[in-house]
């Protein structure tokens, strides 16, 4: 008889750990309960019209439908290179840059590019899945950096033990981060391409949400830092800045040789990115700063709101200076997984527990801003009467 037998690499996935609060949400929403969302970091906002109109303009060409180059056009790598530069005055040619199918696309394919099976590469904890997941597919084995508190949610590399620094070949990072929403400041960039030239290790930094700020203070990029393109490449996103998370659009930058082996791998697995949604991509990438304030003061608006509702009601949350997320500690005597589970059933609410992304994220949860400022004033209300 014909048996299906799944590789190991896809039978060793960790289970998919919204799981269990999925069911619970699909049982209260059967049961006729008015659900509010606050679990995935999709934005609720529109892609802004200008590119709309780009698209629908060079969807008609048929120059653009044909197979683009794998590494991007060359119009595109040039704006995104000139957007570099305008926002954090790096200086990147042309073999410096790749354009990505969305920034999770260049990330689950770098390690394959570098990891030989049991290499270590140093992840965060918690973090976004893809960075480990990815490694283990290239057969390679995550060393765990916890993302403590105490520290602002940076690693400790002078905890990482030396021999296991001196066996990494990787480190993956991502600030303003995902879902603690830290940011990182130069001089830790600074810090980690020390470390990394040290050790000979490569940084993969994910900056997936440079855009999404408070107070104005604009987040830093690891390629400010001195020699960053020596040691690493860094991934944007066109995604969350401009709301086009379906329409799969970003790049990397970094040293050539990095880019180029990323290239290497993405020659022999997609074909790049459809022309006209580059062309589109262009035009989000030519936006004025206004677009982004417009973008930014919405979110600044539903933070405060939910803050003043958790606060309220004693849960101890961290005011994000960057990202449309909250991170808090779920009140004493609860696990992640039993907060969130009872916010769900008092408050019809949908949170995600920390420990979903990774060990060190247990006693947290994490609430995406990403829905209307109505709904999120509906959450509020219910939060504050909840009474946990
Ligand atoms: C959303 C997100 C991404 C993925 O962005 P795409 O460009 O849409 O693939 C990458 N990293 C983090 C941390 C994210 O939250």
């Not at 799944?6 to 799981?19: D, M, N, S, T, W």
């Not at 704006?79 to 410096?96: M, S």
């Not at 990394?196 to 940084?203: E, G, L, Q, R, T």
């Not at 801003?369 to 209300?381: F, G, N, P, W």
Request: charged share 25%.
């Amino acid at each position: 008889m014909f048996g299906i037998d799944i590789a190991q690499r896809v039978k060793e996935l960790p289970p998919y750990l919204f799981k269990e609060i999925d069911k619970q949400k699909q049982e209260a929403v059967k049961a006729g309960a008015d659900v509010i969302n606050l679990g995935v970091g999709d934005p609720d906002l529109p892609t802004p019209n200008y590119v709309i109109e780009a698209l629908n303009k060079a969807a008609v060409e048929p120059a653009n439908h044909r197979y683009p180059s794998y590494a991007g056009m060359e119009a595109f790598n040039k704006e995104a290179a000139l957007w570099l530069k305008k926002r954090f005055n790096i200086n990147i040619k042309l073999d410096e840059i790749i354009t990505l199918i969305g920034s999770k696309e260049g990330i689950a394919h770098t390690p394959l590019a570098f990891i030989n099976p049991g290499d270590i590469a140093l992840i965060p904890d918690p973090a976004y899945p893809v960075y480990e997941n990815a490694v283990r597919f290239a057969g390679g084995v995550p060393f765990y950096m916890p993302l403590k508190k105490e520290n602002d949610f940076l690693p400790d590399l002078d905890a990482i033990p030396k021999d296991i620094a001196q066996k990494a070949k990787l480190i993956f990072l991502n600030y303003p981060n995902n879902p603690t929403s830290a940011t990182a400041e130069l001089s830790f960039f600074n810090q980690l391409v020390s470390y990394a030239k040290k050790y000979n290790i490569i940084v993969c930094h994910d900056a997936a949400y440079t855009e999404i700020y408070y107070n104005g203070k604009k987040p830093a990029s690891f390629l400010e830092a001195e020699g960053a393109k020596e040691v690493g490449i860094e991934y944007h996103s066109l995604s969350k800045t401009y709301n086009m998370t379906g329409w799969r659009i970003g790049f990397a930058a970094g040293g050539s040789d990095i880019i180029n082996a990323l290239g290497k791998i993405k020659s022999n697995v997609d074909s790049g990115v459809f022309q006209a949604i580059q062309i589109a991509g262009i035009a989000a990438l030519k936006s004025e700063e206004t677009y982004i304030n417009r973008i930014n003061e919405i979110y600044e608006k539903r933070k405060k709101i939910i803050l003043d509702a958790l606060n309220s009601v004693g849960i101890k949350a961290y005011d994000p200076k960057t990202t449309f997320y909250i991170w808090f500690e779920v009140p004493k005597g609860y696990t992640s997984a039993q907060f969130v589970s009872l916010l769900l059933s008092k408050a019809h609410i949908v949170t995600i527990p920390g420990n979903g992304f990774g060990k060190a994220g247990e006693g947290y949860a994490r609430i995406a801003l990403t829905v209307s400022e109505e709904r999120i004033k509906e959450a509020a209300l219910r939060i504050e009467n909840a009474k946990f």
